[in-house]
């Protein structure tokens, strides 16, 4: 008999694998990284460029990035993943709308 494959959202999936904090983090990380180069046509900020753009400090978004890594532990940066899900979507990188996009895949909201 074959096994059922439980489908979830992928930040319900790392809260429980990670807990509450990581996760949060870690997908914060990975929606601005992809704003970043959805802005900037392309180019991969690092987590000192993204800090600097943003209201958060140095430590933290370097906090994200650990916490991103965590999550991921087999992707460098945020790129694959993030293509993955525009993809899904059917939105090209150069779309202003990439946070909505990932926002969606993340936070799916629960059934009535």
Same mark, same amino acid.
């Given at each position: 008999m074959a096994r059922k494959v439980r489908r979830e959202a992928i930040g319900v999936r790392l809260?429980?694998?990670? $807990?509450?904090g990581t996760a949060t983090r870690g997908?914060?990380?990975?929606?601005?990284?992809?704003?970043?180069?959805a802005a900037h046509d392309g180019e991969a900020p690092s987590a000192?460029?993204?800090a600097? $753009?943003?209201?958060?400090?140095?430590?933290?978004?370097?906090?994200?990035?650990?916490?991103?890594?965590?999550c991921f532990p087999n992707e460098v940066n945020p790129?694959?993943?993030?293509?993955?899900?525009?993809?899904r979507? $059917?939105?090209?990188?150069?779309?202003?709308?990439?946070?909505?996009?990932?926002?969606?895949d993340v936070f799916e909201p629960a059934a009535a």
């Amino acid at each position: 008999m074959a096994r059922k494959v439980r489908r979830e959202a992928i930040g319900v999936r790392l809260v429980r694998l990670h $807990g509450w904090g990581t996760a949060t983090r870690g997908l914060s990380f990975l929606c601005m990284w992809t704003m970043w180069v959805a802005a900037h046509d392309g180019e991969a900020p690092s987590a000192e460029v993204l800090a600097s $753009g943003s209201d958060r400090s140095r430590a933290t978004m370097f906090r994200s990035q650990q916490a991103f890594r965590k999550c991921f532990p087999n992707e460098v940066n945020p790129d694959r993943i993030a293509r993955v899900l525009l993809k899904r979507r $059917g939105i090209d990188f150069s779309t202003a709308a990439t946070v909505f996009v990932l926002s969606a895949d993340v936070f799916e909201p629960a059934a009535a």
